[in-house]
């Protein structure tokens, strides 16, 4: 499992808890962490300027990474005199809920980049139209 760019340490092992328990395991063991190099692609436009541009570029980060192994433990008379047994699964609507939000954050992110497009389209076509006729005279 590994983390965006700004993603807390405490929601990765959430993400990895769940993973876990999508796959039918009620423990992990052996949980490694460690760091990876990534890249986050920004772009970047603005037509409307006197030198319009429109680029992409990286900008490095390192991301944090965890890996376990995914098991079931057989819960027998010993295993319940030893530990507890009470299940915790606050994990599942932590990544649920923050799953939804992800897709809310896209659809916003969509729907405001056509509303950008229309509010373009009509401030920019009526200036070039005005100096299409101003040039034509």
Do not use: C
Request: proline fraction near 2%; avoid cysteine; glycine fraction near 2%.
């Amino acid at each position: 499992m590994v983390a965006g760019n700004s993603t807390s340490n405490k929601s990765l092992l959430k993400h990895l808890k769940y993973k876990a328990w999508e796959n039918g395991a009620n423990a992990i063991i052996n949980i490694q962490r460690s760091n990876q190099k990534r890249e986050l692609l920004k772009h970047e436009s603005n037509y409307l300027s006197s030198e319009p541009y429109d680029t992409t570029y990286s900008i490095p980060y390192n991301a944090s990474s965890l890996q376990g192994i995914a098991v079931i433990i057989n819960q027998d008379s010993l295993f319940k005199s030893t530990y507890t047994t009470e299940k915790d699964t606050s994990f599942v609507s932590f990544v649920e809920n923050e799953a939804i939000k992800e897709k809310e954050r896209i659809a916003e992110r969509k729907e405001s980049g056509t509303i950008l497009t229309i509010l373009t389209i009509a401030i920019v076509l009526p200036i070039k139209i005005l100096l299409l006729m101003a040039t034509e005279d």
